[in-house]
């Protein structure tokens, strides 16, 4: 079938080494989850991870998206299209470990970001970032499947 990719005895060592290692067999159990929501947030655990986007390039990071490669993004856009604004309110789905959220928050252009994302670990992680700093009462970082949660209006920004 596999011609000669897999040896027909295979299968069975495979069920010989599940049945002695029970961390193995831990780890394909969670692989062969039943329900989605488990694989999506499985999947969504981890804490850190390297870049994968274009716009977290190293190179690009540092010749920047903004004209001059020592103004970080986001600091470029409260500069140039945020300055002349109020004190803002701000909804990040997705936010993970909330490095984003903070970095937006130190602008001092917000007074209220409300993230949200799906892994418990991820908000744990990023409620300890802010825990004994000064943007705890900026930032609020909650667990929440955004199909699930119901906004109130008043988001400037999202």
């Not at 990719?5 to 831990?26: A, Y």
Request: proline fraction near 6%.
């Amino acid at each position: 079938m596999f011609h000669g990719w897999i040896d027909p005895l295979e299968p069975f060592h495979l069920i010989q080494r599940l049945r002695r290692d029970p961390v193995l067999r831990g780890r394909v159990a969670g692989k062969l989850r039943i329900l989605p929501w488990e694989r999506v947030v499985s999947s969504w655990a981890h804490t850190s991870a390297p870049p994968a986007n274009w716009w977290n390039i190293p190179k690009i990071l540092e010749n920047g998206r903004t004209g001059d490669p020592g103004t970080p993004y986001h600091v470029h856009v409260v500069q140039k299209y945020l300055e002349s604004t109020g004190s803002l309110h701000a909804l990040s789905l997705g936010c993970g470990n909330g490095a984003k959220e903070i970095s937006w928050a130190e602008t001092e252009r917000f007074r209220a970001i409300d993230a949200y994302d799906i892994s418990e670990r991820r908000i744990q992680a990023a409620i300890e970032s802010v825990r004994h700093t000064r943007l705890h009462n900026v930032v609020h970082f909650r667990r929440g499947d955004a199909h699930e949660l119901s906004f109130p209006f008043g988001h400037d920004t999202q």
